[in-house]
């Protein structure tokens, strides 16, 4: 936890109940009704809106990671930084038939807005872009897995003004939001916790 985050989450013992109502601002009705489910699942993820592109909010979201009989994976041409590359990607009746999901959440403060973070991934999971060792992409790069990229929440971007200037007071917002859904769908395990550095938080991985 970073010295920030700490006196935030002390200011706010006096009055918890105004942090958590801070969480659900950005989050669209659909996806508060999804989550809110009492017998929710990987596959009711798929649901949450796609993440629209452009878009030049914060952001957090979810990858709902799935994986396919290789003959359901098909090859769709993309433009990628001015040319035309293949993706991989399936249709919505072959998500519903997945033999396994897996979730990553994330999010993104670029700038530039949200898409940007997403269309790095999915760079990365198409062979696009250098890899980056982690366990998403150890799973996306796999070539029966399709990348999903949900929206979990959106948040003003003050710099989507390329004249500002100011103070950036809100900044925390995301991570908090992403940091609190990572709990409350299980993704902190012990299992990659560093024996170098025992004493860090562990990393966000699959259940």
Not at 32 to 37: E, T, V
Not at 92 to 104: C, Q, T, V, W, Y
Request: hydrophobic content about 35%.
């Amino acid at each position: 936890m970073t010295t920030g985050f700490y006196h935030l989450l002390r200011r706010a013992a006096a009055d918890p109940a105004s942090l958590v109502r801070t969480c659900p601002d950005g989050m669209p009705r659909i996806v508060r009704k999804i989550l809110g489910k009492r017998d929710l699942s990987e596959k009711d993820l798929l649901a949450l809106p796609i993440v629209p592109s452009p878009c030049n909010r914060r952001l957090v979201y979810v990858d709902v990671a799935t994986r396919l009989r290789q003959e359901q994976v098909r090859e769709v041409t993309r433009n990628f930084r001015g040319r035309p590359k293949p993706y991989k990607a399936a249709t919505p009746s072959d998500l519903e038939d997945a033999l396994g999901i897996k979730l990553f959440v994330g999010l993104s403060l670029n700038r530039l807005g949200g898409h940007t973070r997403i269309r790095q991934h999915e760079g990365i999971a198409n062979g696009h872009l250098k890899k980056v060792i982690n366990m998403h992409y150890d799973e996306v790069l796999k070539p029966d897995v399709i990348c999903n990229f949900r929206m979990i929440s959106v948040y003003q971007n003050p710099y989507a003004d390329h004249s500002y200037d100011g103070q950036d007071p809100s900044r925390w917002v995301a991570p908090f939001v992403e940091g609190l859904i990572m709990v409350y769908l299980g993704l902190y395990t012990e299992k990659n916790r560093s024996s170098s550095k025992p004493h860090f938080s562990p990393q966000c991985s699959y259940p």
